[in-house]
């Protein structure tokens, strides 16, 4: 897929991190953020609501569809806690934020979570799901893995996301 600005995925579990900092990430870079838990809801990309799992059931044809026409264009920066439904060829650069484990605790109590999907987080987190995803769905170079525990590390991850922006322009410029 040729773009003249590339697509950037932020995964990891909920609470480390992805929302806040796709927002930072936009405001420094002027890329776009796509928030896909919001979408789905928004525009009825799912089958329905598990009372018991506090999530919806996604219809993924549906947010296939929906998200290959958002991202055509490029400059987009998608944020969803799962990886690997998407096409390969969407993202130039794959962020996976991590957060130890206290610090996602407090967040996700912080938030109201039920015991069961805080449980069910922690033990993603502890068990790096995510990153093994992803290592697992997209190419060894474009996976980078980020803390993400402090304010610092949220500017210091956006900060390196303009820098790699800026290479990207430089190397994909005709
Ligand atoms: P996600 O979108 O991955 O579920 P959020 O961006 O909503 O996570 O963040 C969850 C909570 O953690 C929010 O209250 C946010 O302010 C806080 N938070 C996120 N990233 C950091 C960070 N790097 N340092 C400190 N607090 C953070
Ligand atoms: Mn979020």
Redesign the pocket.
């Known amino acids: 897929m040729s773009r003249s600005l590339p697509n950037i995925l932020v995964t990891g579990t909920p609470g480390t991190g992805?929302?806040t900092t796709s927002e930072m990430i936009a405001e420094v870079t002027g890329l776009e953020h796509v928030?896909v838990?919001e979408l789905v809801k928004q525009k009825q990309l799912h089958e329905g609501y598990l009372e018991e799992f506090d999530t919806h059931v996604l219809d993924e044809d549906k947010l296939l569809d929906e998200l290959e026409e958002i991202l055509k264009e490029g400059g987009k920066i998608v944020?969803f806690h799962t990886c690997e439904i998407f096409p390969e060829r969407w993202f130039d650069l794959v962020l996976v934020l991590r957060t130890d484990t206290a610090g996602l605790y407090d967040r996700m109590t912080k938030r109201g979570y039920n015991k069961r999907k805080i449980d069910e987080n922690m033990e993603c987190e502890i068990m790096q799901v995510v990153l093994e995803t992803a290592h697992e769905s997209y190419a060894p170079e474009i996976v980078v893995e980020l803390p993400s525990n402090t304010i610092d590390d949220m500017e210091s991850n956006a900060d390196r996301v303009k820098q790699w922006l800026d290479a990207w322009k430089v190397n994909n410029s005709k």
């Open positions: 992805k929302t928030n838990g944020d």
